[in-house]
């Protein structure tokens, strides 16, 4: 297989161009198979962090993030997608006041998808997986050293960077894909004075051999804010 795994989208909080470079990306590595690794959506009016006065309440920042979303659907319509732990904020939120998952809509109903939602996948001895409780400086170290084998991981906005190991039987590797967000959003307000920048790339998995694709989208460069 020919996978494509695109970074943490946070919608509505996407970077403008990140889509077109998914896609450029996709068909330049003539890739067969589509990997959301996690939080697609964002959830920022419902989460139990402090809220930014500037953003959507619940209902718009949810309208907002399905048509959004549609995008991404309709030019990658088989997709798989890695549950995140923004996406599972409804379900956790329900929870704390005993709701129990039954109560609450599928993801493909909740967003008018037909993709397949699941923790985690394996393709070609690789696992995708979200990351979450992967953190530090080389997320991707510690993703690989507890899989032991390979995995692909988002979840860490600042990082991008595949690592390998090897013994006398087997090699292993772990990518971090980096993200697609937008800094600048006001859900990301929390990070401005962070000195780590979310790294803006997408990660290509050809036969089980990882490659990182950085956008370039400095200015004026192909992926520029001001070119969309």
Request: a positive charge; one cysteine or more; glycine letters at 10%.
């Amino acid at each position: 297989m020919k996978v494509l795994v695109i970074g943490d989208l946070h919608e509505p909080a996407s970077r403008k161009g990140y889509l077109q470079f998914c896609k450029d990306t996709y068909a330049k590595w003539q890739c067969n198979k589509v990997v959301f690794i996690g939080d697609v959506a964002d959830f920022h009016a419902i989460s139990r962090h402090e809220k930014e006065p500037q953003c959507k309440g619940p209902q718009d920042e949810y309208e907002y993030t399905k048509s959004q979303l549609a995008k991404w659907h309709r030019a990658f319509p088989g997709a798989l997608v890695c549950l995140g732990n923004h996406d599972l904020r409804p379900e956790r939120m329900a929870k704390c006041v005993s709701i129990p998952k039954t109560f609450l809509k599928g993801y493909n109903e909740l967003w008018g998808t037909k993709w397949k939602w699941e923790s985690e996948f394996e393709i070609d001895n690789v696992t995708y997986r979200h990351g979450t409780g992967f953190g530090g400086k080389y997320p991707a170290c510690t993703a690989m050293t507890a899989e032991r084998g390979n995995i692909v991981i988002g979840h860490c906005h600042a990082r991008a960077e595949i690592v390998w190991s090897a013994s006398r039987k087997n090699r292993i590797f772990g990518m971090s894909v980096g993200c697609g967000i937008d800094q600048e959003a006001y859900q990301f307000a929390y990070g401005c004075d962070l000195k780590d920048r979310p790294f803006l790339s997408a990660g290509v998995v050809l036969d089980g051999i990882p490659q990182l694709v950085p956008m370039a989208c400095g200015k004026g460069e192909k992926y520029d804010n001001a070119r969309f």
